[in-house]
């Protein structure tokens, strides 16, 4: 059971990432590769309050989405500029330029040596030491951004980032500031990623920069594809599907010395077999 | 392009559903067979993929030769090894499942990468891991069940630092290491010891961990008119660098650490020449070999990451010979451990780490010759 709750865990803090990730990937068409930094550097914020300063970790997870908020504002408006193939391939440089910083910023985050030791939370009596009340305080995380993804998505402003993937230039013709809306979608995706950087170095009690690397970028923009771009329900299954078939491939009684390699195989061809059949993803209104 | 498509995502839903579900009983149903019989289950954690299994496997392979072993000699054990992918994140979720499902008495793992991880969690459950590469000041102090019988990360620096300023009178160094903790690690106690003798760390740089392009920050150290450039950098870069350096004149002295391999001077060929570097050993490795080439027909890449596993299963089993079958009580036994190892004869003496030192050798005539 406590391996259940684990893995219940992770797909809470992955559900989150995939939610926030689908806002400005699926809804809004913003082929946005650096999703990982702003985990990442929520993450760190969390850690290095909690562990140098010994703040509360909810101060420290409300500090985390602030400082997040403010490097993807500004990121988001160098973004605005570009368009597309530009986009993605200026947002990776994002992560790249967010990874090099988390490895080398040795005095702030102790490069390739992490940051150990990060406490769990407590907060008016309340503890959340044990795996158990840890995966309810992630699953009240999670539900609270499902609803306000959802929120976000039934409003008029979902609506605009939905025209906005559909045809930006004829919503501009109406007069709506594309830039706007996509820089808010892009900000708003950052602090909620944040919320699952907190979660993450909070449960794991260890992070280093190779958690928040491009691959990681690579592996959220795999989720929501595989789950179905432009849904919520989709995100969610995505990240079911992902952590948990690497685990379930544990299970399957290949030989020792092939186990490892098999396993990456067997998941790889069920990855290619899932997007044959589904190339929309599991619930996606479309896809790329 | 976008496109829209039709949803018709219950059936694929209900294949995910149907597939958890079997994989919770499977899970449930392994722990009512593991009640009925109980053999000693030692867990293995190690990268059998990612970038870091070019020495998983070979490890595993001396965890496999242990196992054997054990079994000729009568002892009830099983051995569950699972891939961390090179990961934190896998190295956690390895554990979880060794401790949590499969409920081994102890796990044996490698290097300090997977160790800061998953540090709570055996912590927490109370159940021994032990650490058969890596030995630094982080492990030694990681919590009551947090061992190792590794080598020690800053001894191998801080003796190359005293090799380099007492026999090779270097006074000036450059220190280009690697961002991963192992290079920072070992490069951080070579530069503090070295400053500490009265030497001058006149250049500190770092490169990407699988950079293979140099030839700048080569350039650099050469203009800084150094006599000495320590480059603790990973396998597969050191070959690139050195025959960067020979190809650009770098005529300080080269040294380096123990990711310096027979395959490493092979490639660099005659640039490794005169190269000194620390190094893992071990006393005997030919009988190990021999048996690693009874077991798997040929020979071991590298003997000495054999014995990694080998040793780590012998050590938890010499425990275990003086415990009830718990991990608590094997904790307790690991403290106590005397052990002809393949590497050294191993003795905790009540404590949770018996350290290794790293040799010092120089490259002549493509031959490793030890120096002191």
Redesign the interface.
């Known amino acids: ?4 709750i ?2 219940a865990i ?1 797909f809470c803090i992955y559900g989150i990432l995939s939610l926030s990730l689908n806002l400005v990937v699926g809804y809004t ?1 913003l082929l946005s590769v650096t999703h990982a930094a702003f985990y990442g550097i929520g993450a760190y914020a969390t850690a290095i309050l909690l562990t140098a300063v010994g703040f509360n970790f909810f101060l420290a997870l409300l500090v985390g989405i602030v400082i997040t908020g403010i490097v993807a504002y500004i990121i988001g408006l160098i973004l605005s500029k570009f368009k597309e193939d530009y986009y993605v391939l200026c947002s990776l440089g994002f992560n790249v330029i967010m990874f090099g910083t988390m ?2 910023w040795q005095n702030l985050t102790r ?4 940051i ?1 030791g990060i406490g769990k939370p407590e907060s008016f009596g309340i503890n959340f030491y044990s795996n158990i009340n840890f995966l309810i305080l992630s699953v009240v995380f999670l539900i609270f951004i499902y609803i306000l993804s959802r929120y976000i998505v039934n409003s008029s402003f979902g609506r605009a980032i939905k025209a906005i ?2 045809d930006e230039k004829a919503i501009q013709v109406f007069g709506y500031n594309t830039h706007y809306f996509k820089l808010i979608i892009f900000v708003i995706g950052a602090c909620m990623a944040s919320v699952a950087g907190s979660l993450f170095a909070s449960y ?5 920069p ?2 928040f690397s491009i691959n990681e970028s690579i592996f959220l923009l795999a989720i929501i594809i595989l789950g ?1 771009l432009a849904s919520l329900r ?1 995100s969610l ?1 995505g990240a ?2 992902l952590i ?1 078939l ?3 491939l ?2 399957v009684g290949f030989p ?2 092939i ?3 098999m ?2 195989l067997v998941y790889g061809v069920l990855l290619v077999i ?1 997007m044959i059949y ?3 993803g ?7 | 392009m976008i496109k829209h498509m039709k949803n018709s995502p219950k059936v694929w839903a209900w294949v995910v559903v149907v597939v958890v579900v079997a994989v919770a009983w499977a899970m449930f149903r392994d722990n009512s067979e593991v009640a009925q019989a109980k053999p000693l289950k030692i867990g293995v954690i190690l990268p059998l993929t990612g970038d870091f299994e070019f020495f998983g496997g070979e490890i595993a392979k001396g965890t496999q030769i242990a196992l054997e072993e054990a079994k000729a000699q009568g002892w009830d054990v099983q051995l569950i090894t699972e891939d961390d992918q090179s990961k934190p994140t896998g190295s956690v979720n390895a554990a979880n499942k060794l401790i949590h499902v499969d409920k081994v008495e102890a796990v044996v793992a490698a290097i300090h990468q997977q160790i800061q991880p998953m540090a709570p969690i055996f912590n927490q459950n109370k159940v021994p891991v032990l650490a058969t590469w890596d030995s630094n000041n982080y492990i030694k102090t990681a919590g009551d069940y947090i061992f190792t019988i590794g080598f020690s990360t800053e001894d191998a620096g801080e003796k190359m630092a005293t090799y380099a300023y007492e026999k090779l009178g270097l006074r000036r160094v450059a220190v280009i290491s690697a961002q991963d903790d192992w290079s920072e690690i070992i490069s951080t106690a070579y530069k503090n010891k070295f400053v500490s003798m009265g030497g001058q760390v006149v250049m500190d740089d770092k490169v990407q961990p699988n950079q293979k392009e140099f030839r700048t920050i080569i350039t650099k150290a050469k203009n800084s008119n150094v006599d000495g450039v320590y480059s603790p950098l990973l396998p597969t870069t050191i070959a690139p660098f050195l025959s960067q350096a020979q190809q650009l004149g770098l005529k300080a002295k080269l040294m380096t650490a123990d990711s310096f391999s027979m395959d490493e001077v092979e490639a660099a060929g005659s640039a490794s020449e005169g190269v000194y570097f620390s190094n893992l050993y071990a006393n005997d490795v030919r009988t190990l070999s021999g048996k690693y080439k009874s077991k798997f027909g040929s020979e071991p890449a590298d003997p000495i990451f054999v014995s990694f596993g080998y040793d780590g299963v012998r050590t938890i089993l010499e425990a275990a010979k003086k415990a009830q079958k718990d991990s608590v009580s094997i904790r307790d036994a690991l403290t106590q451990v005397e052990l002809q190892g393949t590497d050294a004869e191993i003795r905790m003496d009540g404590r949770q780490y018996f350290e290794k030192k790293e040799k010092l050798y120089k490259v002549q005539d493509s031959k490793f010759i030890e120096v002191r």
């Not at chain 1, 490069?111 to 992490?114: C, I, K, R």
């Open positions: 059971m406590e391996y259940l684990h893995l992770l068409g490895l080398n490069g390739p040596l992490g150990p993937r559909e794991i009690s260890y992070i280093d190779t958690t179905g989709g299954w079911l599907i948990l690497p685990e379930l544990r299970f020792t010395d186990a490892a390699q396993r990456q899932l589904r190339p929309q599991l619930y996606g209104e479309y896809r790329l």
